[in-house]
């Protein structure tokens, strides 16, 4: 047996070996700074990439052909009639390069096991909902240690990070981009049994004030143990903590946003009927647009705001803006169409993804984070899962 036979195994090995961890780099950039802004993304993105196409083979699915139509080809031509019709070229890029990094993310990762990529997506998310307690714990104590940390990411767009003027008192506030996404995240948790990660991921929607997100996790949380088959003991026990929780919200500031929702004086809902509003009207003036995509980077002018936006906090309308009725309808179905064919599968965990990714749908829909490579990810992982888990 020659050296090269011997060592031939090894490197194999190591090879994959180091491709796995540069993909849980690259997804915990991803989560961590999604937008790009601070400038982690890109970078382990570029080195991951390029490790990843020399080292591994690419798998070409059936599905690849559809993705790359749905995710590369129309927006190209949308990314042609945005520019035609004068919009701003770096927000039309930006918005282009989510649907094609998207398509990259899904060719470069065709090989990976689901059950590894299913990990490692939600323990980046798990781990970014830990920093912003932290963050936000260390505002709360008045200690400065995250200040500088916190502004770089508050200047750069990359979430809200500081403190926030509720009536007379300030509460901590950490949001980061993907902060919905903690929603799934800790679904996924529960339904795993780790049920410190899924207080986690729920603090971190605390942490970052998410009033949807608090809403949501609670109230499936209660279904959950409702009709799960879990221990008594364990029921009691999650309860408890859950009412611990619920019981600080209740009387720290924060619940003051509740009541304004309540009440109807919550400027967050009042910004987003002048959306649904100026949207609809805008589909009824130009219908034919409405069907075939106003064109990446395009704006149009919102009662919510008063101005000219880009992106809106109903990003299920926002995306038939841009793309258009039927790419959206397309895009749309391909995602519920992989959630209910995961939600059928006769394994645990690929029901979990499924189920985690019908959250993740709705709760993107609620801020500008549908078309992101975040989400893209909580779409392949389940088509994935049932490619290999059928094969």
């Known amino acids: 047996m020659t050296t090269a036979e011997v060592l031939l195994p090894v490197m194999k090995f190591d090879r994959f070996r180091i491709g796995n961890v540069l993909i849980a780099a ?6 961590f700074d ?16 390029v490790f990843l196409v020399l080292s591994r083979r690419i798998v070409v699915h059936r599905e690849m052909s559809w993705m790359f139509a749905l995710f590369v080809v129309y927006p190209t031509f949308l990314l042609l009639a945005g520019i035609l019709s004068g919009a701003d070229l770096s927000v039309a890029v930006s918005q282009y390069r989510s649907t094609v990094l998207s398509f990259i993310l899904m060719v470069i990762l065709s090989d990976s096991s689901y059950r590894f990529l299913a990990k490692s997506l939600h323990y980046s998310i798990g781990c970014t ?21 916190i502004s770089r990411f508050h200047e750069g767009s990359a979430g809200y990070f500081g403190m926030r ?19 799934p995240a800790a679904f996924y948790f529960l339904f795993r049994g780790s049920h410190f990660l899924y ?8 942490a970052a004030v998410s009033k949807t997100g608090i809403i949501l ?3 499936g949380s209660i279904l959950y143990y409702v009709f799960s088959d879990e221990k008594l003991s364990l029921k009691l026990m999650i309860g408890a903590i859950l009412a611990a929780v619920v019981l600080f919200l209740y009387q720290s500031p924060m619940m003051r946003l509740f009541f304004e929702i309540q009440e109807g004086r919550s400027a967050t809902v009042d910004a987003r009927i002048g959306h649904l509003s100026s949207i609809l009207q805008l589909f009824s003036d130009h219908p034919i647009k409405a069907i075939f995509g106003f064109g990446l980077g395009t ?25 258009g009725l039927i790419w959206s309808g397309f895009f749309f179905g391909t995602i519920l169409l992989t959630s209910v064919r995961s939600i059928k599968s006769p394994l645990k965990e690929v029901r979990a993804l499924g189920v985690c990714l019908l959250l993740a749908f709705v709760v ?7 078309i992101s490579p975040v989400f893209s990810l909580f779409l392949f992982v389940p088509m994935l899962a049932n490619i290999q888990s059928n094969a």
Not at 168 to 178: L, R
Not at 364 to 370: D, E, F, Q, R, S
Request: charged residues 10%.
């Open 26 to 31: 690259m997804f915990a950039a991803v989560v």
């Open 34 to 49: 999604m937008g790009g802004q601070v400038g982690v993304r890109d970078i382990v993105l570029v080195a991951g990439a």
């Open 129 to 149: 909902a830990l920093v912003a307690i932290v963050i936000a714990v260390s505002l709360a104590l008045g200690m400065d240690i995250f200040v500088g940390l």
């Open 165 to 183: 003027n509720v009536g007379e008192d300030a509460i901590p506030n950490i949001y980061f981009k993907s902060t919905l996404f903690f929603v």
């Open 199 to 206: 207080l986690v991921c729920f603090l971190g929607l605390v």
């Open 217 to 219: 996790v609670l109230g």
């Open 299 to 323: 704006e149009f002018y919102s009662e919510g705001f008063g101005e000219y936006v880009w992106n809106i906090e109903l990003d299920h309308l926002n995306c038939i803006r841009k793309y």
């Open 364 to 370: 993107a829909g609620t801020n500008p984070v549908l």
